[in-house]
Structures are given as C-alpha cells and as structure tokens.
C-alpha cells in the first residue's frame, strides 16, 4: 500500500480510485454528503505545476450518486512540516487555509491519502466550520505509523481463523481492493472484500462511553 500512495503522489493509480470509490459508496449509508473534496495542493505546488492527485481520481460509483469531487479548500500560503513535531505541525498551519464558496449548513467529506499528525486536516475541518459547514468528515488512504498521532492506536480487522491481522491489498488481477490474513505465507488464505473489511474497523475502532469520558478527561 505505501508503494501505491508513494506512485499517487506522481500519477494516477486505479487502485487507489477504487479505494476512494468503493469507501465513499460504503460511507454513504451512514453518512450525508452534500460535498465531496480534497486536501489542496500548496502556492508553491501549483507554482512548480506539481501533479494535482485528486484531480485524477476516477469516483464512477459517485458520479452515479450525482457526488462530485470538487475544490473548496485552497491553501493560502506554503508550508513544510518535515521535521517538525505534533506541537510545531499544530502551529505551522494556523490560518492557512480558506474556503472558496459557500457551504453554509452543507455536509462535507473530504479526503487525503495519508494521516499523520491530524495537523493539516484538524486545520481544514476547523475552517470549514468556521465557513459555515454543518458537519465534516474525513476519510484516508492510511495512517503514517512513523509519527505521534492518536490515530496510530487504531485496531486492524482480525482473521477469524488464526487471529492474525487483515491486510489491505490488491488483487493483481481484477485490479480490486481486498483484506488478506498477514499469515497468508504461513498458509492462511482467510480473505474479506474491501467493504467488509471496511465494516469490521468502523467496529472495532468505534468510540464507546469509555473512551468519550476519557477524551473529557485528557482534553
């Protein structure tokens, strides 16, 4: 999976439009959009006429549901956060975003492909709200385990043969998205569909009475 984010940076991946698809189409039971966008690229970015990845992806399953991939976020002035802790990510991109149009009392989901610190996409929600949205939410590609981030304590769907850990990947062969065991060289050949897979970490990363007083407790 990271080769194929690390290719998206460049290119378009199909692989990473049917992950981006088959997600959102499996969000949109539970979740009203009214809004579907991205993590914009940075002046310095656009300047160099650097690969807009979003701009590639190919969401048939949305356009179907009449959900089109548009920019409202424009960031307003370029940053690095290389090297930089959660605390200096937090304040290194205070104010720089804006919003292009108005979204008052609208539902929005935005994408990226990688979460590391939740700096630049807690920023983007902020302004959004700020903006007038209703509700936002935000959906990933994976997780950067190599930060400090909360979201590094999330919990991966487990095979329910060998109690190992289900895998994202890609079957080379019908080009789709599917959980495999981590123990498949091991002879465990235990396999879920992406929504599945999907299904099962909404489970067992959701949030109970526990863990909401112990957010009161630590915020």
Same mark, same amino acid.
């Given at each position: 999976?990271?080769?194929?984010?690390?290719?998206?940076?460049?290119?378009?991946?199909?692989?990473?439009?049917?992950?981006?698809?088959?997600?959102?189409?499996?969000?949109?039971?539970?979740?009203?959009?009214?809004?579907?966008?991205?993590?914009?690229?940075?002046?310095?970015?656009?300047?160099?006429?650097?690969?807009?990845?979003?701009?590639?992806?190919?969401?048939?399953?949305?356009?179907?549901? #009449? =959900?089109?991939?548009?920019? %409202?976020?424009?960031? +307003?002035?370029?940053?690095? &956060?290389? /090297?930089?802790?959660?605390?200096?990510?937090?304040?290194?991109?205070?104010?720089?975003?804006?919003?292009?149009?108005?979204?008052?009392n609208k539902k929005i989901l935005?994408?990226?492909?990688?979460?590391?610190?939740?700096?630049?996409?807690?920023?983007?929600?902020?302004?959004?709200?700020?903006?007038?949205?209703?509700?936002?939410?935000?959906?990933?590609?994976?997780?950067?385990?190599?930060?400090?981030?909360?979201? #590094? =304590?999330?919990?991966?769907? %487990?095979?329910?043969? +060998?109690?190992?850990?289900? &895998?994202? /990947?890609?079957?080379?062969?019908?080009?789709?998205?599917?959980?495999?065991?981590?123990?498949?060289?091991?002879?465990?050949?235990?396999?879920?569909?992406?929504?599945?897979?999907?299904?099962?970490?909404?489970?067992?990363?959701?949030?109970?009475?526990?863990?909401?007083?112990?957010?009161?407790?630590?915020?």
């Amino acid at each position: 999976m990271s080769a194929l984010i690390l290719e998206f940076k460049n290119k378009p991946v199909k692989a990473i439009s049917e992950y981006f698809d088959q997600a959102i189409e499996f969000l949109r039971p539970f979740e009203t959009m009214d809004i579907l966008t991205y993590v914009p690229l940075k002046p310095d970015e656009i300047a160099a006429h650097r690969f807009n990845r979003f701009e590639s992806l190919e969401l048939n399953r949305c356009q179907h549901d #009449n =959900l089109e991939l548009c920019s %409202i976020v424009t960031c +307003c002035r370029s940053f690095s &956060q290389k /090297r930089n802790d959660t605390i200096h990510r937090n304040e290194n991109v205070k104010g720089v975003y804006a919003i292009s149009q108005n979204i008052q009392n609208k539902k929005i989901l935005i994408i990226d492909d990688v979460y590391s610190t939740g700096a630049t996409i807690s920023e983007i929600v902020k302004t959004l709200y700020e903006a007038g949205a209703a509700y936002v939410s935000a959906l990933f590609i994976g997780v950067n385990q190599l930060t400090e981030s909360p979201a #590094n =304590l999330y919990q991966a769907p %487990i095979c329910s043969a +060998c109690g190992g850990k289900l &895998q994202l /990947r890609l079957n080379s062969k019908t080009n789709q998205l599917f959980w495999g065991c981590a123990n498949y060289g091991r002879g465990c050949h235990v396999t879920k569909t992406c929504e599945q897979g999907l299904q099962e970490m909404r489970w067992v990363n959701r949030l109970n009475i526990a863990d909401f007083k112990d957010l009161e407790d630590y915020y």
